[in-house]
């Protein structure tokens, strides 16, 4: 929804996730922002899990979120906010751009802000590029901000490389 008086655009503050429809679906929305009403914890255990998993030879223990474990949950919280249907796949397509203005602690709860800024026809797909604003719970000052691009196919044969949720 945008307000017609000043062009602002409406935050849709969901109690549940939304339902987005091919294409079609996203096209419709593009410009809006969406934020799933909770919030997801950071616990050390999972930090951990990341650590080993991505070798980082990061302060094990430590209580503050490895950047990368920030931006990795960009499609963990894209997903969180939409179910996406009409699609074969939807993949992780990359990041345009990124930033970690402020570091997020182990025990903070996050979410993001999530508006969808283009949809791009490319061959048999499309690209959705979304901008994600992650919230810390009880803070002004976002911990990340990114500009993601899903791909969506309409059937699951698909090139390239990826991810599904």
């Known amino acids: 929804m945008t307000d017609t008086q000043t062009g602002a655009v409406t935050l849709h503050v969901l109690a549940e996730k939304f339902a987005v429809r091919g294409r079609a679906g996203f096209q419709a929305n593009v410009g809006q922002e969406f934020v799933l009403d909770s919030w997801h914890l950071i616990t050390q ?31 963990k919280l894209f997903f969180d906010t939409f179910d996406v249907q009409g699609f074969g796949s939807f993949l992780n397509y990359g990041v345009n751009r990124m930033r970690l203005p402020h570091p997020l602690m182990v025990g903070e709860r996050v979410r993001a802000r999530v508006k969808i800024m283009e949809v791009r026809e490319v061959s048999a797909a499309i690209d959705v590029v979304t901008q994600l604003v992650f919230e810390r719970d009880g803070a002004q000052k976002p911990v990340c901000w990114a500009e993601w691009i899903g791909r969506g196919y309409e059937t699951r044969t698909h090139p390239g490389q990826g991810c599904t949720p």
């Open 45 to 75: 255990e999972a930090i951990d899990a990341f650590e080993t998993a991505c070798e980082e030879p990061g302060a094990r223990g430590q209580p503050v979120v490895p950047g990368f474990m920030t931006l990795g949950l960009t499609v």
